[in-house]
């Protein structure tokens, strides 16, 4: 049986009122929960048709978490589908998986559906026939990255794996963080998913989840940090995962308005490098920021800074579950990654080359220097990571998003976006000039050009807010750099 399950079983038996889901309009203690699983399973056995996969399209809500146990207890597999997707990329997702139905909060006018009803809400299935596709045996869920490729690749976990992330986490940070997690980010990002879920389960703590509306992201592309913070108050908040880019957000609102967040505990960080400056901004602002490193394939966490054990400039200890080594190229390998293999693939078998540079130190904490593809070559023969010239940019107040390039040139360059409209040449010509202090002399930016925001809706950012380096190169260096 899960894990998952197991575990709310045990918390519904020895404290059945205990708050195990937050949404907008009601709350679910551990034995509702329990018993909202066991009736979403039965309902939906009703009306699914054959075996294959069904997607799940809907906001953060208690609902989306009892329809993912209920499918995990019925050993159906599902596809997440992100917010952030675009039309054709979720058509994508739905025909490459061989999707045989969405569970969605409304379908579209005219469709045929079916019903089904999770406490007080009712939700539609609505039939999409696709041909089925190959899945790996014992795929659980699918989730689909959202790369530097137009389409989304399918990777296929096993619920066992899933759930060996969220029970090192536990392991490694301990119970007593798991009080009242509020999910950020969408359910349907697989790091939410697991770390935020599945983790604050096991350990039996509450999840508070909202429409990503109420928490100031009623607009992708500006949080409203005011917002944010003003619900992480309200909700007592001890835990959030967040991106980088979040995090700046989160630092310069808590700067300029004074405001703290005093019952934090634990904020997350994964997806990007971080400066330890900004590590040392976060404490002063009282923020309890811990970074670590995953990946898809490895069912999201792979290495961790915990409370009780952490190092600045690294990424934290390999989970207990992990089995890891460093080649000699400085690529990170995983002997006995999580992933099952990719949608249309035959079971996948051997070790995972992650593409990720860094090392080990003798403590054995990992660090990370930046993608082995993305590695900058310079006319001197230095090779550089661009993920750390770009960490030491944005930790600098006036720079909102950079982006390091200069592959076969003598000196870097960098395009950057200022924080804030109307900020002056000089006060970014200053702020490029303090991170150069902290890079050796073959990594500092000689040349650099402001230039507009990167998005998901240009496409010059993936969904999970990484930077899609080919697209932006080449819609951006016909500007001359300044």
């Known amino acids: 049986m899960s894990q998952v399950l197991k575990a709310i079983a045990r918390h519904a038996a020895v404290d059945p009122g205990k708050r195990a889901l937050i949404g907008a309009e009601t709350s679910v203690s551990y034995a509702e929960l329990t018993q909202l699983v066991a009736d979403a399973a039965l309902q939906l056995e009703r009306i699914l048709p054959g075996s294959g996969p069904i997607a799940i399209r809907i906001e953060n809500d208690p609902t989306w978490v009892v329809l993912d146990l209920a499918c995990v207890l019925l050993g159906r597999p599902i596809i997440p589908l992100p917010p952030f997707f675009t039309t054709d990329q979720s058509v994508h997702a739905l025909r490459n998986a061989g999707a045989v139905g969405i569970l969605e909060g409304i379908a579209p006018s005219g469709a045929s559906c079916a019903a089904i009803t999770i406490g007080n809400k009712r939700l539609t ?248 593809k993305n590695t900058l070559i310079t006319s001197f023969g230095r090779n550089v990571a661009p993920e750390w010239v770009e960490s030491e940019l944005l930790a600098q107040p006036e720079i909102r998003q950079a982006l390091a390039y200069g592959d076969g040139d003598p000196a870097l360059s960098a395009l950057i976006v200022p924080s804030l409209q109307g900020i002056p040449n000089s006060a970014l010509a200053n702020a490029v000039e303090r991170a150069n202090q902290s890079l050796p002399e073959y990594a500092r930016i000689k040349n650099w050009h402001a230039v507009a925001p990167f998005s998901i809706s240009n496409k010059t950012l993936t969904g999970t807010g990484r930077l899609r380096r080919d697209v932006i190169l080449k819609e951006f260096l016909k500007c001359p750099t300044t």
Do not use: W
Not at 148 to 177: F, H, M, N, R, W
Not at 189 to 216: D, F, K, M, R
């Open 125 to 372: 299935f609505r039939h999409i026939p696709f041909e089925s596709a190959t899945l790996p045996p014992g795929t659980a869920k699918i989730t689909y990255t959202s790369g530097t490729t137009s389409d989304p690749k399918g990777v296929c976990l096993s619920q066992a794996g899933l759930e060996a992330v969220a029970s090192s986490l536990v392991d490694a940070i301990g119970g007593a963080y798991a009080e009242t997690h509020v999910s950020v980010m969408p359910l349907a990002v697989l790091l939410e998913n697991v770390a935020g879920v599945y983790a604050t389960l096991i350990a039996g703590g509450a999840i508070v989840l909202l429409p990503q509306s109420q928490i100031g992201f009623a607009s992708a592309f500006q949080p409203d940090f005011k917002q944010l913070i003003a619900c992480l108050q309200k909700s007592k908040a001890t835990s959030i995962i967040v991106v980088p880019e979040l995090l700046r957000g989160l630092m310069f609102t808590l700067a300029a308005s004074g405001s703290r967040l005093p019952d934090m505990k634990l904020v997350a960080v994964g997806g990007a490098r971080l400066a330890p400056s900004i590590l040392e901004g976060a404490k002063s602002l009282g923020l309890p920021v811990h970074e670590g490193y995953g990946l898809s394939e490895a069912a999201s966490v792979v290495a961790f800074n915990t409370p009780g054990e952490s190092r600045s400039g690294t990424v934290g200890k390999v989970l207990p579950h992990v089995d890891l080594r460093v080649e000699a190229d400085g690529e990170i390998i995983i002997s006995n990654p999580a992933t099952l293999g990719y949608v249309g693939q035959s079971r996948r078998q051997g070790e995972l080359a992650t593409g990720d540079t860094g090392g080990l130190d003798a403590d054995g904490f990992l660090f990370i220097n930046g993608r082995k």
